[in-house]
C-alpha cells in the first residue's frame, strides 16, 4: 500500500508574514478595497495561475488607477518567515508518509521561498503559477493526486483558506482548515 500524501499550503501555514496587501496599500496610498478594484480579481488568478507576467499586472493595475507603478512590490515587500514547528512536524511525517507543498504563489515570492530554502522540507513542491491553475480550482487537486498517483481519499490537504479546504473536500480528500499548530497536530492524531 502506498503511503499516504500530505498536501501543505504554504503562506500561512509553513510561513507567515506572507500577505504583503496592506504594505502595498500603504505604499501606494490606496484602501484595500481601492487595491482590489483597480488589480481586478481576475488578474489576481492570472498571476497565480502563471497567465499574466507581473509587469503585465501593473501596467494594467496603473491604466485602471492612474498610478504609474514602477517597481513590483509584491516582489519588494515579500519577507516570509518560517513557522519552525511546522517544518518539525513535516520532517516528523516524512517518517510515514508522503509530504509534499501546494501553494498559490506568483514568480517572485516562488522565487524568493526557493532562495530562501523554505520548499527544501518538501519531497516535491507544486505552485500554482507554474501548474498553470490556482486554488480553489479542483484541477490543482486533481493535478496533484494525478502527478503522485493517489486517489483523493489516500490524501491530507491542509490550508488556512477555508474555501480551499471546501473545495478540496468536495473532491473527497481529507481537508484541515489550519488555525493554529496545535489544532493541527490534534487533528492529524485522530487520522490515525
Not at 24 to 34: F, N
Not at 173 to 187: M, P, Q, R
Request: proline share 3%; hydrophobic share 35%; charged share 30%.
Amino acid at each position: 500500500m502506498k503511503k499516504r500524501l500530505f498536501i501543505f499550503d504554504m503562506g500561512g501555514v509553513m510561513c507567515t508574514n506572507t500577505n504583503v496587501m496592506d504594505s502595498i496599500c500603504k505604499e501606494l496610498g490606496l484602501t484595500k478595497r481601492d487595491f482590489l478594484d483597480f488589480a481586478k480579481y481576475e488578474n489576481f488568478i492570472k498571476i497565480q495561475s502563471g497567465e499574466m507576467e507581473m509587469n503585465d499586472f501593473w501596467r494594467a493595475f496603473s491604466e485602471t488607477s492612474g498610478i504609474k507603478v514602477k517597481k513590483d512590490y509584491f516582489e519588494i515587500l515579500f519577507n516570509p518567515l518560517r513557522n519552525d514547528n511546522m517544518y518539525q512536524l513535516i520532517n516528523q511525517l516524512k517518517q510515514e508518509a508522503r509530504v509534499v507543498a501546494g501553494t498559490n504563489t506568483i514568480d517572485s515570492h516562488y522565487k524568493k521561498h526557493l532562495n530562501n530554502g523554505d520548499y527544501g522540507v518538501f519531497e516535491k513542491v507544486y505552485p500554482s503559477n507554474l501548474m498553470g491553475v490556482a486554488k480553489p480550482n479542483p484541477d490543482f487537486y486533481k493535478i496533484i493526486l494525478e502527478k503522485e498517483e493517489r486517489q483523493p481519499e489516500e490524501a491530507v490537504f491542509v490550508d488556512d483558506n477555508t474555501e480551499n479546504v471546501e473545495s478540496a473536500q468536495k473532491l473527497g480528500i481529507t481537508a484541515i482548515h489550519f488555525t493554529t499548530y496545535e489544532d493541527l497536530i490534534e487533528k492529524i492524531k485522530k487520522l490515525q
